[in-house]
Nanobody
């Protein structure tokens, strides 16, 4: 199996910054795209950003210019730098990875347990 563990959530004032990190471990052959999703209370889980194995980032319109996603393929980690945070960014943030955990098996979709981000004064 492939495990994802997030860290870095917390409480921050509007306009502040937080950095989320996610580390993958376990049986890993290859990790392809890695990304972050978020889910606010009563809402669906939405894509925030993802990054391809080659390093190409993609962002939701709501976070463009404020958030930056990066990854380290050697360490199987992905990070999300969040600047100029707004109250509407409040949500549980989930790390996601597409990966192969054994030779000759298809890609699977894996999730972390989530980390709470609260933006409030």
């Amino acid at each position: 199996q492939l495990q994802l563990v997030e860290s870095g959530g917390g409480l921050v004032q509007p306009g502040g910054s937080l950095r989320l990190s996610c580390a993958a471990s376990g049986s890993i052959v290859t990790i392809y795209a890695m990304g972050w999703y978020r889910q606010a209370p009563g809402k669906q889980r939405d894509l925030v950003a993802f990054i391809t194995r080659g390093g190409t980032p993609h962002y939701a319109d709501s976070v463009k210019g404020r958030f930056t996603i990066s990854r380290d393929n050697a360490k199987n980690t992905v990070s999300l730098q969040m600047n100029s945070l707004k109250p509407e960014d409040t949500a549980i943030y989930y790390c996601n990875a597409e990966g192969v955990i054994a030779p000759m098996t298809p890609k699977g979709d894996y999730w972390g347990q989530g980390t709470q981000v609260t933006v409030s004064s």
